[in-house]
């Protein structure tokens, strides 16, 4: 064992004194390479070549091998440091170079050239101290030919980009869909052969990218998402100020065609769509005026005469359909109001609900611009009820129903008596019924504001109002007596007209007042208006003259015929001029004035 110790100790102090030798030597070396380095960088310093002189002074600086001439070294290498800063940033930019093109970090390889650019404008100044030593080392360290064959090979990339871009059909254009556009962009003109060949290139590459992109939108009928996509692209242009003006002319081009489509397919709500789409496109574009804008403006006027001849033409509901289409375009709803109007003068069973249904109203009867409305019109609906509607002229419509009309299935007509509508001083509509008989049924309806009301209903070959005192002339009227040929008068009570009493030719001669005392005893009629004085006797003023009556007076006032006879009596009763003594008529009926033969 002890044999053993002392030989692996005798190795270990062998390969220990090798080791040694070994790092003497190197040190010995290292000596002499600094001594020499020293010594070449003086001459190279004395003979001018300072890049060479400032490599062996870097060398020797870096070799610790001893210390000698320290200072010397320093001096020089503080001396020569533009031309170390400059050799340390090109050698560190090749360096960055070769890593950002590796990743194909062109952002980082946009900054490494703007540092280069500074490199340069710092030390390759015209006739500046380091033009020449820059010169150099820049050749020495091929950064110009790795920065173009960088920029070759970015560029190349996002031409291959923007060609493969052309085939996306949903891209707006904007923000990073088209990055590639504006790194094409920031290669500086030079890397495409000038500024002239750059602006050539990019423009031919940029329009067909885009108007490739635009008319597949206009293609697949995308007409909003077209103008968005091309108001996207104009800004992103601007911001990075350049100019694309085929954005705006592929733009007209599309929207011409698209509109010109929309107006000859006869689709004016789609035209109005698309030209409202145009109009904000072209606000937010800051277009005043436009081949596109300019065609809305005419086709929107063409259109809306179109309507208006439609409304002349009785066409009143394309009419309103197609100001209704144009209302996005041009405010048209006192257009449609006008038209509305004018179709329900047209057409007033329109104003009845559901009138515009056809079938919905067995019979109608309308009159304009009277009972104080612009159209009135009345109707029975398949129930048999009476409905009436009436619109102002504001366009407001009012509509009233009644009850059903008794026998409607028998009705033959219905009309507005004019007549008895001035009379009763609101509408009458008057239903006509037939019957076996020959006869006709006639069912006579106030229409209040509150609602309806019957005024009449009976038999006969026909009516007429009597003026003069409101009664109603019956002929032929059937009085359920089996009786034929006869005339009834009927006269209002309490709102209803009933049979009053059978009309007669009268006998009596027609005189004048102041003749009466030349017919004694003779039968005799007067017009007059009958009142009763303060002391309850009735008289009666005639052609200027007063009579007292007595006889069948019964209640009767006003205006009215008094038949009867003079027999020489007279009596006091007062007049407007006070008590009078007067002539006394003995009456033997009353009547209305228009009995009067």
């Given at each position: 064992m002890?044999?053993?110790?002392?030989?692996t100790?005798r190795?270990f102090?062998?390969i220990?004194?090798?080791f040694m030798?070994f790092l003497?030597?190197q040190?010995?070396?290292?000596i002499?390479?600094?001594?020499?380095?020293?010594?070449e960088?003086?001459r190279?310093?004395a003979?001018?070549?300072?890049?060479?002189?400032?490599?062996?002074?870097?060398l020797?600086?870096a070799?610790?091998?001893?210390l000698?001439?320290?200072?010397?070294?320093?001096a020089r290498?503080q001396?020569?440091?533009?031309i170390t800063?400059?050799?340390s940033?090109?050698?560190g930019?090749v360096?960055?170079?070769?890593?950002?093109?590796?990743?194909k970090d062109?952002a980082?390889?946009?900054?490494?050239?703007?540092?280069?650019?500074s490199?340069?404008?710092?030390?390759?100044?015209?006739?500046?101290?380091?033009?020449?030593?820059?010169?150099?080392?820049?050749?020495?360290?091929?950064?110009?030919?790795?920065?173009t064959?960088?920029?070759?090979?970015?560029?190349?990339?996002?031409?291959?980009?923007l060609?493969?871009?052309q085939?996306?059909?949903g891209?707006?254009?904007?923000?990073?869909?088209d990055?590639?556009k504006?790194s094409?962009l920031q290669?500086?003109?030079?890397?495409?052969?000038?500024?002239?060949a750059?602006?050539e290139?990019?423009?031919a590459?940029?329009?067909?990218?885009d108007?490739?992109?635009?008319?597949?939108?206009?293609?697949?009928?995308?007409?909003?998402?077209?103008?968005?996509?091309?108001l996207?692209?104009?800004?992103?242009?601007?911001?990075?100020?350049?100019t694309?003006?085929?954005?705006?002319k592929?733009i007209?081009?599309?929207?011409?065609v698209?509109l010109n489509?929309?107006?000859?397919?006869d689709?004016?709500?789609?035209?109005?769509?698309?030209?409202?789409?145009?109009?904000?496109y072209?606000?937010?574009?800051?277009?005043?005026?436009?081949?596109?804008?300019k065609?809305?403006?005419?086709s929107?006027?063409?259109q809306?005469?179109?309507?208006a001849?439609?409304v002349?033409?009785g066409?009143y509901?394309?009419?309103?359909q197609?100001?209704?289409?144009?209302?996005?375009?041009?405010?048209?709803s006192?257009a449609?109001?006008s038209?509305?109007?004018?179709?329900?003068t047209?057409?007033?069973?329109?104003l009845l609900?559901?009138?515009?249904?056809?079938?919905?109203?067995s019979l109608?009867?309308s009159v304009?611009?009277r009972?104080?409305?612009?159209?009135?019109?009345?109707g029975?609906?398949?129930?048999?009820?009476?409905?009436y509607a009436?619109?102002?002229?504001?366009g407001?419509v009012?509509?009233r129903?009644g009850?059903?009309?008794?026998?409607?299935?028998?009705?033959?007509?219905?009309?507005f008596?004019?007549a008895l509508?001035?009379?009763?001083?609101v509408?009458?509509v008057v239903?006509?019924g037939?019957r076996?008989?020959?006869?006709?049924t006639?069912t006579g309806?106030?229409?209040?504001?509150?609602?309806?009301?019957?005024?009449?209903?009976?038999?006969?070959?026909?009516?007429?109002?009597?003026?003069?005192?409101g009664?109603?002339?019956?002929?032929?009227?059937?009085?359920?007596?089996?009786?034929?040929?006869?005339?009834?008068?009927?006269?209002?009570?309490?709102?209803?007209?009933?049979f009053s009493?059978i009309y007669?030719?009268?006998?009596?001669?027609l005189?004048?007042?102041?003749?009466?005392?030349?017919?004694?005893?003779?039968?005799?009629m007067?017009?007059?208006?009958?009142y009763?004085d303060?002391?309850?006797?009735?008289?009666a003023?005639?052609?200027?003259?007063?009579?007292?009556?007595?006889?069948e007076?019964?209640?009767?006032?006003?205006?009215a015929?008094?038949?009867?006879?003079?027999?020489?009596?007279?009596?006091?009763a007062?007049t407007?001029?006070?008590?009078?003594?007067?002539p006394?008529?003995?009456?033997?009926t009353?009547g209305?004035l228009s009995?009067?033969?």
């Amino acid at each position: 064992m002890t044999i053993k110790r002392a030989l692996t100790l005798r190795n270990f102090m062998i390969i220990l004194c090798i080791f040694m030798l070994f790092l003497l030597g190197q040190k010995v070396l290292g000596i002499e390479d600094k001594i020499q380095a020293v010594r070449e960088a003086g001459r190279l310093y004395a003979a001018g070549e300072l890049i060479a002189a400032e490599n062996q002074y870097r060398l020797a600086a870096a070799n610790t091998a001893i210390l000698y001439k320290e200072d010397l070294i320093a001096a020089r290498l503080q001396e020569l440091a533009p031309i170390t800063a400059i050799r340390s940033s090109l050698s560190g930019l090749v360096l960055t170079l070769e890593d950002q093109l590796t990743v194909k970090d062109f952002a980082g390889y946009m900054e490494s050239y703007a540092s280069l650019l500074s490199l340069k404008s710092k030390y390759m100044n015209q006739g500046g101290p380091y033009e020449v030593y820059y010169r150099q080392l820049s050749a020495d360290s091929g950064i110009s030919e790795k920065m173009t064959a960088g920029f070759r090979q970015f560029k190349e990339q996002f031409l291959a980009e923007l060609a493969e871009s052309q085939k996306g059909r949903g891209s707006t254009g904007s923000g990073d869909a088209d990055s590639f556009k504006w790194s094409l962009l920031q290669i500086p003109d030079a890397y495409y052969g000038g500024t002239a060949a750059k602006e050539e290139l990019l423009a031919a590459k940029f329009q067909t990218h885009d108007t490739a992109r635009l008319k597949a939108l206009a293609a697949a009928g995308s007409f909003q998402a077209m103008l968005d996509s091309a108001l996207s692209m104009e800004e992103a242009y601007k911001g990075h100020s350049y100019t694309a003006a085929w954005v705006e002319k592929q733009i007209q081009e599309s929207a011409t065609v698209i509109l010109n489509k929309d107006l000859d397919g006869d689709r004016t709500a789609a035209f109005a769509g698309h030209a409202v789409a145009y109009r904000s496109y072209a606000a937010s574009a800051g277009l005043q005026s436009s081949k596109v804008l300019k065609l809305i403006d005419s086709s929107t006027t063409r259109q809306l005469r179109a309507a208006a001849r439609l409304v002349r033409g009785g066409q009143y509901a394309e009419a309103i359909q197609l100001y209704r289409d144009l209302n996005p375009l041009q405010d048209t709803s006192d257009a449609v109001a006008s038209a509305t109007l004018a179709w329900n003068t047209a057409e007033p069973v329109r104003l009845l609900p559901g009138g515009d249904v056809q079938g919905s109203y067995s019979l109608t009867a309308s009159v304009t611009g009277r009972y104080g409305a612009k159209v009135a019109v009345a109707g029975i609906d398949s129930t048999g009820r009476l409905v009436y509607a009436d619109m102002s002229d504001d366009g407001t419509v009012a509509t009233r129903t009644g009850d059903t009309v008794p026998d409607a299935a028998a009705l033959t007509g219905l009309s507005f008596d004019d007549a008895l509508s001035a009379y009763s001083e609101v509408p009458v509509v008057v239903a006509t019924g037939s019957r076996e008989d020959g006869r006709s049924t006639f069912t006579g309806y106030m229409i209040r504001p509150e609602g309806f009301a019957r005024l009449f209903s009976f038999a006969g070959s026909g009516y007429e109002l009597m003026a003069e005192d409101g009664s109603i002339r019956v002929t032929n009227t059937d009085l359920a007596d089996g009786a034929a040929e006869q005339t009834a008068i009927f006269r209002q009570v309490n709102g209803m007209y009933e049979f009053s009493e059978i009309y007669r030719e009268s006998t009596y001669t027609l005189i004048d007042a102041s003749q009466l005392e030349l017919h004694p005893y003779e039968k005799v009629m007067l017009s007059s208006n009958i009142y009763i004085d303060s002391a309850g006797r009735t008289v009666a003023s005639s052609d200027g003259r007063y009579l007292v009556l007595q006889g069948e007076v019964g209640a009767v006032t006003g205006p009215a015929y008094i038949s009867g006879q003079f027999e020489n009596g007279y009596d006091y009763a007062e007049t407007d001029t006070g008590e009078q003594y007067l002539p006394v008529f003995i009456v033997d009926t009353v009547g209305s004035l228009s009995l009067m033969p």
